[in-house]
């Protein structure tokens, strides 16, 4: 069981890693230090993007739940 968990974490892993890597961001470098930073990460996902999106908070709430079921198995 504890073999299987920790393969499933690994695969959800790194297909976490690739849906954030796949996400695109509209802020930019300049953001960084405060310039055009109001409306950045805000605005309608739509099409490929709100799919890149939701599967990225749906891995991000599998990784963490396989990670809470490995912690309680070891």
């Known amino acids: 069981m ?9 695969l959800v892993s790194v ?8 996400q695109t961001s509209a ?7 405060g310039a055009d930073s109001v409306d ?3 605005h309608t ?4 993007e709100r799919v890149i999106f939701v599967a990225t908070v749906v891995l991000a ?3 963490a739940a396989l ?3 490995a ?3 070891a």
């Open 2 to 10: 504890a073999t299987a968990i920790t393969f499933a974490l690994a």
């Open 40 to 42: 950045a990460g805000f």
């Open 67 to 69: 990670a809470f079921a």
């Open 71 to 73: 912690f309680r198995l």
């Open 27 to 33: 802020a930019g470098i300049g953001a960084l230090g």
């Open 61 to 63: 709430a599998a990784f």
């Open 45 to 48: 996902r739509r099409g490929p």
């Open 15 to 22: 297909l976490l890693i690739g849906a954030i890597l796949l």
